[in-house]
């Protein structure tokens, strides 16, 4: 199972992103997706959560409002859109699938790096 996340980078404050991951060596339509996120020094935390057909989301307190995942599984592809970025948005962002907790997950990516800069 592959999951390669990309579209992370350099944002200013107030900026927005999409984040993409594409998924292989799995049945995509059958696996919920998420996002997470490690910020240094931080523990890692959920973003967002997608059920396996995109009709039923879950949004943390801390990007509710401002960000929308999404998917499609005909490019076994899951995205995160982020709005109103703020400098604590910086972080390794995880694309994963197959939730067991909020944190634990069977399959994670390598991560994308975004900096949000004030």
Known sequence: V?????GGGLVQAGGSLRLSCAA????????AMGWLRQAP???RELIATINWSGDSTYYADFVKGRST???DNRKNTVYLQMNSLKPE?????YCTAGAKTDT????????TELTVSS
């Open 2 to 6: 592959q999951l390669q996340a990309f």
């Open 24 to 31: 292989s060596g799995l049945t995509f339509s059958s696996y």
């Open 41 to 43: 020094g931080k523990a």
């Open 69 to 71: 995942i999404s998917r």
């Open 89 to 93: 948005d910086t972080a390794v962002y």
């Open 104 to 111: 634990d997950w069977d399959y994670w990516g390598q991560g």
